[in-house]
T-cell receptor, first 112, second 112 residues
């Protein structure tokens, strides 16, 4: 248990569905991240939030919409996804400045 | 942009040493990390090294950094079945924000 909790662990959704991924940390960290992990590809950084402000959007399609209501919670809202969006979505948090990034267990997303 | 490369697979006999290699392109990398991902789990930080170091040892783990060649390696001594996992190399150059650039991961398989 790393202190970063993601729900749900598994999600199957149709291309017309709307769903949300949730990430929660109570480590007192200021920065939170969404990563996408696809098979045989490097982890892709999607979004970065620092003190609730989005500081990075790595050219992510608008069908992925992040929300950070406070420093402890991060959401990823999903709508009209494509089958190629099927992947493991990992949330992480850190204190910054070379500190360790703690990862959640991920949400395995399948788009059908 | 930054690029981090690893070979995808490595097989090692139980009890032998495993050496996982990583190369990166960004000469301004400040921190280099090794993460371990077990099946169904998120990433766990194993160890990290600052760019002004060339070696770090932590029990069975030895990290070697050749900054001139931009080459990082992780040696696991006396490899055990519990070491079976995917090992990710990552680097960051950004202070105050853990924007990690990951490699593809190396899947380590232990042969009994």
């Amino acid at each position: 248990e790393t202190g970063v909790t993601q729900t749900p662990r598994h999600l199957v959704m149709g291309m017309t569905n709307k769903k949300s991924l949730k990430c929660e940390q109570h480590l007192g960290h200021n920065a939170m991240y969404w990563y996408k992990q696809s098979a045989k590809k490097p982890l892709e950084l999607m979004f970065v939030y620092n003190f609730k402000e989005q500081t990075e959007n790595n050219s992510v399609p608008s069908r992925f919409s992040p929300e950070c209501p406070n420093s402890s919670h991060l959401f990823l809202h999903l709508h009209t996804l494509q089958p190629e969006d099927s992947a493991l979505y990992l949330c992480a948090s850190s204190q910054g400045t070379g500190a360790e990034a703690f990862f959640g267990q991920g949400t395995r997303l399948t788009v059908v | 942009g930054e690029d981090v490369e690893q070979s995808l697979f490595l097989s090692v006999r139980e009890g032998d040493s495993s050496v996982i290699n990583c190369t990166y392109t960004d000469s301004s990398s400040t921190y280099l990390y090794w993460y371990k991902q077990e099946p169904g789990a998120g990433l766990q930080l194993l160890t990290y090294i600052f760019s002004n170091m060339d070696m770090k040892q932590d029990q069975r783990l030895t990290v070697l950094l050749n900054k001139k060649d931009k080459h990082l390696s992780l040696r696991i001594a006396d490899t055990q079945t519990g070491d079976s996992a995917i090992y990710f190399c990552a680097e960051t150059t950004v202070f105050g924000n853990e924007k990690l650039t990951f490699g593809t991961g190396t899947r380590l398989t232990i042969i009994p």
